[in-house]
């Protein structure tokens, strides 16, 4: 395959990329140009998260042989994932009795994770700050997270979950609906 530049991506221009886009990886370009001349189709992978633009190996692989999570700073695009619906994820966790910068930090880094994985998260914490909810009560703030609920395919449960009446019954409404309980530690454990 002959090597074209514009085909290169690196942390500058990773975020036009998608998860499930497959591409050649490297960490450095004369590597990569290489691997893309050889056209070896074993080597073509497919992205499986994208890392946040501080970084600078922004590109996430599985490895095939060892199943570990390897990261690379460069990836070249060999064919688009096909578009579908990213699938939507309720994030539930304690919010009642917590700081405002506590919960809102677990719920930040949960929505970071999920949508490194390329689900779309649907963030209660930062909902609020979107409504005008300041004289809204628990139960409106449940109402309102019920109907978010419904509408997910998949609920994930923050590590204090069980701490909370909200989302204990968020959980329930979840399971009784049979939306699925979405497992990422082994992602986060991967992230770091």
């Not at 490194?116 to 009560?137: C, H, I, M, R």
Request: proline residues 2%; aromatic residues 10%.
């Amino acid at each position: 395959m002959k090597f074209d530049v514009n085909k290169v991506y690196t942390a500058v221009n990773a975020s036009e990329l998608k998860i499930g886009d497959k591409v050649y990886v490297a960490d450095r370009l004369a590597d990569l140009k290489r691997i893309v001349e050889m056209d070896q189709v074993e080597y073509v992978i497919k992205i499986g998260a994208i890392q946040k633009e501080n970084e600078v190996n922004r590109f996430i692989v599985k490895d095939d042989y060892s199943d570990d999570m390897i990261d690379y700073a460069l990836a070249y695009l060999v064919e688009r994932a096909s578009e579908k619906r990213k699938k939507t994820v309720y994030i539930s966790g304690q919010i009642t009795g917590l700081d405002e910068g506590e919960y809102k930090a677990l719920f930040n880094k949960a929505e970071d994770v999920l949508r490194q994985f390329g689900y779309e998260p649907v963030n209660p914490a930062t909902l609020d700050e979107t409504e005008n909810t300041k004289n809204w009560s628990w139960h409106d703030y449940m109402k309102r997270d019920i109907k978010l609920i419904c509408d997910c395919d998949y609920i994930y449960l923050l590590p204090n979950w069980r701490n909370s009446k909200g989302a204990t019954f968020e959980y329930m409404i979840a399971d009784a609906l049979n939306i699925p309980c979405l497992n990422i530690q082994d992602v986060q454990e991967a992230l770091g």
